[in-house]
């Protein structure tokens, strides 16, 4: 079984509490479940992690290397438009990522259509709410399987 680190970035945590209109009413624990039950019926085994620290969360995708994680999927949130320390964190591991969003940052204010951290991840995925999660999952276990 193939072991995948979903890591959530900064306000995540608020999920059906913040900007409904961007982000949608699905809170964070519900999202956490749907992501749980779809990886449950992939196969793969998911470990959620959310941080709103930028310093954690380096620690946990170091951390990964050491565990032995197959794969990511991270939305890093505010941090992927700035965040270099987070994008070499990402480029260090050398575990395939995939960068989602809920929202499409490329639809949002200019700050937004840059990411620092999509260029070290095999792919980015936007726009599709908690559905750019489960595509990332989709999108990492074929690149996984193809090695």
Do not use: W
């Amino acid at each position: 079984m193939k072991k995948i680190l979903v890591i959530h970035g900064p306000n995540l945590n608020f999920l059906g509490i913040r900007e409904k209109g961007v982000y949608g009413e699905m809170s964070f624990n519900d999202l956490n479940e749907y992501l749980l039950k779809t990886g449950e019926e992939m196969g793969l085994s998911l470990e959620i992690f959310q941080s709103n620290s930028e310093g954690a969360l380096i620690d946990r995708l170091q951390q990964a290397y050491f565990d032995g994680v197959d794969g990511i999927i991270i939305n890093p949130g505010a941090y992927t438009h700035y965040s270099y320390a987070l994008r070499d964190a990402i480029s260090s591991t050398n575990i395939p990522t995939v960068e989602v969003h809920l929202s499409n940052i490329h639809k949002r204010e200019e700050f937004r259509h840059s990411s620092v951290t999509a260029p070290v991840c095999i792919g980015q995925i936007a726009g599709f709410g908690a559905y750019s999660y489960i595509l990332g999952m989709h999108a990492l276990n074929m690149k996984l399987n193809e090695k």
